[in-house]
């Protein structure tokens, strides 16, 4: 028997935020208190956010959060100001980042906190309450998938490991993909948020959890942003292709809400922590070998071939270069200052628990040195 769940309302279109006060109505009820958690101060200049804002409905907090990859720190820091309002609704507009601190924000919402040891423990031991307050996601890069997925990853450096805050009760009340805050991202980061939804559906279509659903899903998903993704670089600001990068980003965050990430995730962790390699460039630096890696254990190979607009495997590499140099993304472990003799200890913090795993092919130290090698 197969499953798929996935209770997220979504919104979709240009320009859908203009309705929020609607779609609170129908996602959530009345809110009384609202903490609107935003990447930057630009969002709230907005217009569309600035009418949000003078809406007599409820009180909203506005909240700058700006940390890229949040850490326990960043959390109790959040929490404390948000504390003051008691909210019952936080809106998120941001990327990945703002969306996984927005979800964690809900779980701890009900929670007696005084400290970052508090929040760190909380994390750990996973004994965040079932949240009372719900959230809603308006992604600004189209790539995370976070606003429709029930888990978030909060970094702590101090003991220099990934957490994750996860529960089946913490998904969004709604996603609102509205491709007008995408508009303002750098060509790169567009580009790179894009790929990592390839990552994503690309992991989704093979994960050991994988269901025909899932695999559906995957394959539109690559396929819709593969296909669009010239445009995206050589028009850039076009509306086509940054609709078409919205829409495929959320539908490969549907495919791997129902099955986690698998090889490219996890071996790309350590990069980010430990190099500051931006997430969705670390994970694209990795599709194409994992996807020679995994070959010989692809189930229905040829669909994920015609999904990627290639006749065979070793084709995604020459696919991937031309795209991580039309965008001028760099793409070698040696560009981001790692040395060749860091690759054992890359190794070493390769392996996540319930990622790598997942992937359908068991991977040994020598295997994940070997792809790392590669894209050295
Ligand atoms: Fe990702």
């Known amino acids: 028997m ?18 929020i006060k609607e779609i609170i109505a129908e996602a959530v009820g009345t ?13 709230l200049e907005m217009e569309i956010v600035q009418n949000f804002l003078k809406e007599d409905a409820y009180a909203v907090k506005p909240i700058i959060f700006t940390n890229a990859n949040p850490t326990v720190e960043n959390l109790f820091t959040l929490y404390t100001e948000a504390k003051a309002v008691t909210y019952d609704l936080v809106v998120a507009i941001g ?19 005084q400290s970052e040891e508090d929040v760190r423990n909380i994390i750990n031991e996973k004994t965040y309450a079932s949240p009372k307050c719900k959230w809603i996601g308006v992604p600004t890069t189209s790539g995370t998938g976070s606003e429709v997925t029930c888990w978030a990853t909060i970094w702590d450096m101090k003991k220099g490991k990934k957490l994750s805050v996860e529960r089946q009760d913490n998904y969004a009340a709604a996603a609102v993909v509205d491709a007008t805050f995408t508009a303002s991202m750098p060509m790169s980061l567009a580009v790179s948020s894009a790929l990592d939804a390839v990552a994503h559906a690309t992991e989704s279509y093979w994960a050991n959890a994988r269901n025909p659903v899932t695999k559906a899903l995957a394959l539109y998903a690559i396929k819709a942003i593969m296909e669009s993704i010239d445009d995206l670089i050589t028009n850039y600001g076009n509306t086509k292709a940054g609709d078409v990068m919205a829409m495929g ?16 995730h996890s071996i790309s962790y350590p990069l980010t922590m430990h190099y500051g390699v931006p997430h969705g460039v670390a994970v694209s630096m990795l599709v194409a070998p994992m996807i020679v890696c995994n070959d010989a254990y692809l189930e229905d ?3 994920l071939l015609d999904a990627f ?22 793409s070698r472990l040696c ?8 690759i054992d200890f890359l190794v070493k913090n390769a392996f996540t628990k319930g990622r790598i ?10 295997d994940v040195r070997t792809i790392l090698q590669n894209i050295y």
């Not at 607009?309 to 760099?330: F, R, S, T, Y």
């Not at 795993?357 to 020598?366: G, I, K, Q, S, Y």
């Open 2 to 19: 197969y499953r798929f769940y996935n209770p997220v309302r979504t919104y979709l279109g240009n320009g859908c935020f203009g309705n």
């Open 31 to 43: 809110p009384k208190n609202i903490v609107l958690l935003v990447w930057s101060e630009s969002v």
């Open 95 to 113: 990327g990945g980042s703002v969306l996984d601190a927005a979800k964690t924000l809900a779980c701890l919402q009900n929670m007696e906190i």
């Open 249 to 264: 980003s959320m539908i490969a965050g549907l495919a791997f809400s129902n099955t986690r990430t698998t090889a490219c």
């Open 301 to 303: 190979k040829e669909d």
């Open 309 to 330: 607009g290639v006749k065979c495997v070793e084709e995604i590499q020459e696919k991937m270069d031309a795209i991580h140099k039309k965008a001028g993304i760099k």
């Open 335 to 342: 560009d981001w200052n790692v040395a060749k003799e860091d």
């Open 357 to 366: 795993d997942n992937n359908p092919r068991v991977l040994c130290e020598a």
